[in-house]
């Protein structure tokens, strides 16, 4: 594991609280789903669902990604480590793009 991927991320609280608030609210989702399949429900009905559930997941990636692009990335450039963290961030977004 690189020094990189070891290092702790320090968010705010506010952060912390939106992120936090969106991944229940996923998770009320998923529950929901979960409900909707035990009822038998309209197969487009649970499609929708879970395409809401996607794009919520997405939000959150976007968010994390972005947070970790303007603090870590920028703090690991500051203090020399910037090849990896740039490696390791172009490889995350690979990772989200398929």
């Known amino acids: 594991m690189s020094d990189v991927q070891k290092t702790v991320t320090h ?22 789903v979960q409900k909707m399949i035990e009822e038998n429900r309209y197969c487009v009905d649970v499609l929708v669902q879970l395409a809401a559930i ?5 939000k959150v990636n ?5 947070d970790h692009a303007k603090h870590c990335v920028t703090h690991a450039v500051k ?3 910037g090849d990896e963290a740039l490696s390791e ?3 995350i977004i690979a990772r989200f793009s398929k």
Do not use: C, I, P, T
Not at 62 to 66: G, H, I, P
């Open 62 to 66: 976007m968010l994390l990604l972005e």
């Open 11 to 32: 968010r705010n609280d506010e952060a912390k609280a939106q992120l936090q608030n969106r991944l229940k609210r996923v998770e009320g989702q998923v529950r929901g």
């Open 89 to 91: 961030l172009m490889n």
């Open 54 to 58: 996607q794009a919520a997941l997405k």
């Open 79 to 81: 203090h020399g480590n």
